[in-house]
Structure formats: C-alpha cells, structure tokens
C-alpha cells in the first residue's frame, strides 16, 4: 500500500512571494490533515477535510493560506504572500474516517522563508 | 494553552534498560491518546495508542499508561534499543472527530548502545 505523498520536499522562497505544496493521500482514506510543524515544536492542526468539504480550520491564518481538496483525493495547501514567520515543515496526514484516531503521514515539506 | 504538554524535551537511556515518556493534558473532553515516533526527514508514524475507557494498553515493547485522574499518560519501552532513538509526540482527540489531534512539543529519545 503506497503512503501518503508529498511534494515538494524542499522550497526556499523570499518573503512576500507565493508557494504551494501537494498532498496525495492513501488510497481511499476520507479524511486528510494539512500540519504546520515549527522546529522544536509539535504539529499544529492548520485544516481537515472530509473528503472535499472542510471539517475544521480554526488555526488556518485565512488572510495569508488557503487550501482545497477539489475531487475529494489529492490537496494544495497555498500561502500568499509568505512571511518569515511560516518556516516551517508542511505536512500532510491522512485517515480513514473522522472518527478515526490514527493518522498516516506523508514526509513533509520543509519551507525557509527568507 | 498548550492542552498537551511533554515536559521532558530531551530522555538518554542505555541499551536493554527502560525508557519512560511522559505527558500531561489538561483538557478532561479527550477520549483518545496517542503516540507517534517520528525520525529526522521523515512523518510521524503512529505507535500506539489508548482510549480513556482503558488505564493501559499494551503492543509488544510498547505500554501505555493512561491516568485519567492525574490527566497523565505514559509511554514504556522495555528493552530500549539503539533503532527507537527517535522523537516521540503524545496527542490528544475527542470523539466524534477522533482525527482532530492535538500533540505535544516532543520528546527526543537517544538509546546508547
């Protein structure tokens, strides 16, 4: 079974400029979670989906991020414009359901900002 | 308010002995309790896990103990070895949104051969 894919695994940008990062999700799991890790800190919710409708997105900065998950499978998550503040790992998680407790992640994306 | 916390940022144990994490919640509405391992340049991947109808859950070298009173669970790695030296988040979710995870800042576990 092919896990969670993530591209791309590396972006360095300059503040004020735009980037976006792509998540495949297992195959046949509902539910997908974007993740914003700061180093030294756990991940951070950003937004969840069910398959395309958005479950939860309390701690999406909605001025600067969006994301959509059009066809119910694969996901962009945007920032526009960056700041330095968002340098951080992306990552993405799926599972199977809501009610589902564990999640599988992809290997994230890692954004430096400068 | 961080709702789940790992006190410990950092845990050395020698090869064979056990290794104990701990982390405390505060949010008395979650039902499920986690663990995820995590290596450099790789996701978290899911290591155990316990509802709170359960005070201890157990997977081969892996225990988790959950005290609902205390809001303190706990992870044992009995023989640690050299291959589990990795970070380590506890999280956190309540039903019916199982998924929604709330984690800690992590606990970086070296295993000395």
């Known amino acids: 079974e092919a896990g969670v894919a993530q591209s791309p695994r590396y972006k360095i940008i300059e503040k004020r400029q735009s980037v976006a990062f792509w998540c495949n999700p297992i195959?046949?799991?509902?539910?997908l979670y974007w993740y914003q890790q700061i180093l030294g800190q756990g991940p951070k919710l950003l937004i969840q989906?069910?398959?395309?409708?958005?479950?939860?997105d309390s701690q999406l900065p909605k001025d600067r991020f969006s994301a959509e998950r059009l066809k119910g499978v694969d996901s962009t998550l945007k920032i526009q414009p960056a700041k330095l503040e968002d340098s951080a790992v992306y990552l993405c998680?799926?599972?199977?359901?809501?009610?589902?407790?564990?999640?599988?992640f992809g290997p994230g994306t890692r954004l430096t900002v400068l | 308010d961080q709702q789940v916390k790992q006190n410990s940022p950092s845990l050395s144990v020698q090869e064979g002995r056990i290794s104990i994490l701990n982390c405390d919640y505060t949010?008395?509405?979650?039902?499920?309790f986690l663990w995820y391992k995590k290596y450099p340049a790789e996701g978290p991947t899911f290591l155990i896990s316990?509802?709170?109808?359960?005070d201890k859950n157990e997977d081969g070298r892996f225990t988790v103990f959950l005290n609902k009173s205390a809001k303190h669970l706990s992870l044992h790695i009995v023989p640690s070895q050299p291959g589990d030296s990795a970070v380590y988040f506890c999280?956190?979710?309540?039903?019916?949104?199982?998924?929604?995870?709330?984690f800690g800042d992590g606990t970086t576990l070296t295993v000395k051969p």
């Open positions: 999280a956190a979710s309540a039903m019916p949104n199982a998924g929604k995870s709330t």
């Open positions: 998680a799926s599972s199977w359901a809501l009610s589902t407790d564990t999640q599988y």
């Open positions: 989906f069910q398959n395309n409708g958005v479950v939860d």
């Open positions: 195959s046949g799991h509902a539910t």
């Open positions: 316990i509802s709170s109808i359960k």
């Open positions: 949010n008395s509405m979650f039902d499920y």
